[in-house]
């Protein structure tokens, strides 16, 4: 089980990241055809829960694309159940300090380098575990979220410890925490200044960085910028544009 965007990482390349709101099957299946490199099942502010997540990873297995989840929070039980579902990534929001970063990592990784359960029901074919166990700490990505003053004060920690393999960057949580209305596509002087801080702390430990973005020309510059997991919206938004834009259309 080849992590394909962790193998995207170590050759360099960054890879676009599709979210998914929308609990359906068949509006994973949809998106998972149109050229993402990977999907995260949003769990945390998505209309998702773990069932809807499990019937999500079945409309993607199909396709070339990396099933991910952000989970709700920094709780091992989720953590465990969406790895053991399926999920090759873990994004976890609000993770503020190294101790947190911890938990995150040991919940991913089975002993003896973390605590996770053994029971890959899914992810091992179907319950026959099979090889799941010799590479499931290797190919797992563990992505906290750096989205609060309090995690950029303990930013070089957090990145320090063992284990983690990208973070991810929320934009308007980010912003809320410094005295900023929530956004996506931030301009800002002082929060491009974070990025660049986040990207150059990071690069130093060649972790990769990912960002949430409101539109595809923000993520190409965001790439440009050196991002190596950039989101476009996600599903229900991608929707909502083009439905407006062939109204618009239809009535102009």
């Known amino acids: 089980m080849v992590n394909k965007v962790k193998e995207a990482w170590a050759q360099g390349r960054a890879v676009v990241n599709g979210w998914l709101a929308i609990p359906s099957a068949y509006a994973a299946e949809v998106m998972a055809q149109a050229g993402f490199d990977s ?10 829960d773990y069932l809807s997540a499990v019937a999500c990873f079945q409309g993607m297995q199909p396709h070339p694309v990396t099933p991910m989840v952000r ?10 159940k969406v790895l053991d579902a399926g999920a090759m990534g873990v994004i976890c929001p609000m993770i503020n300090t190294p101790e947190q970063a911890q938990q995150l990592v040991w919940s991913c990784r089975y002993p003896p380098e ?9 992810a091992g074919i179907y319950g026959e575990a099979g090889t799941y166990f010799d590479t499931a700490n290797k190919d797992v990505a563990v992505i906290p979220m750096i989205e609060t003053k309090e995690a950029m004060d303990n930013l070089e920690a957090i990145l320090d410890v063992p284990g983690i ?19 996506l596509d931030r301009e800002e002087p002082e929060i491009l ?14 972790i990769a960085v990912g960002l949430h973005n409101g539109s595809a020309a923000y993520v190409k510059k965001m790439i440009g910028m050196g991002f190596k997991l950039a989101t476009i919206s996600n599903d229900s938004g991608i929707l909502l544009q083009a439905a407006r834009a062939a109204v618009a259309t239809a009535k102009s």
């Open 114 to 122: 973390g605590t996770r359960s053994f029971g890959p029901i899914r």
């Open 165 to 183: 393999d990208g973070v991810y960057i929320g934009p308007s949580d980010l912003g809320l925490s410094y005295g900023l209305k929530p956004a």
């Open 193 to 206: 200044r974070i990025y660049e801080r986040v990207l150059n702390e990071a690069g130093k430990r060649n």
């Open 71 to 80: 989970v709700p929070w920094n709780e091992p039980g989720i953590v465990g």
């Open 39 to 48: 999907l995260t099942v949003d769990m945390q502010h998505g209309v998702q």
